[in-house]
Nanobody
Framework: QVQLVESGGGLVQAGGSLRLSCAAS????????MGWFRRAPGKEREFVAA????????FYADSVKGRFTMSRDNAKNTVYLQMNSLKPEDTAVYYC?????????????????WGQGTQVTVSS
């Protein structure tokens, strides 16, 4: 069982930055792939970024590539999402997810564990 707690969301102006954190419980954190997903009002949940268990591979949605950076610190059982050059269309609830399986790193259904979400609002 893994519990995930996100933090770092908030209100920021367009062009600004935020860093989200996701703290995980459990002693096997370093064997889990981790992902960030988001859901905007009236829209489906969508993939944002993911990172392999070792941190050696990262994956990004085209909409955030070059602006967002995902990283992990296995010693702290924490993953991060650095979000720069934020746009109003980045406004959403951001969810952290974890799973021990190797497949489907960018697919929401491939993750068993989810956090409660943190709101990110970007004003124009």
């Amino acid at each position: 069982q893994v519990q995930l707690v996100e933090s770092g969301g908030g209100l920021v102006q367009a062009g600004g930055s935020l860093r989200l954190s996701c703290a995980a419980s459990g002693r096997t954190f370093n064997s889990y792939k981790m992902g960030w997903f988001r859901r905007a009002p009236g829209k489906e949940r969508e993939f944002v970024a993911a990172i392999s268990w070792s941190g050696g591979s990262t994956f990004y949605a085209d909409s955030v590539k070059g602006r967002f950076t995902m990283s992990r610190d296995n010693a702290k059982n924490t993953v991060y999402l650095q979000m720069n050059s934020l746009k109003p269309e980045d406004t959403a609830v951001y969810y952290c997810a974890a799973d021990s399986r190797l497949r489907g790193i960018i697919i929401a259904s491939a993750y068993d564990y989810w956090g409660q979400g943190t709101q990110v609002t970007v004003s124009s």
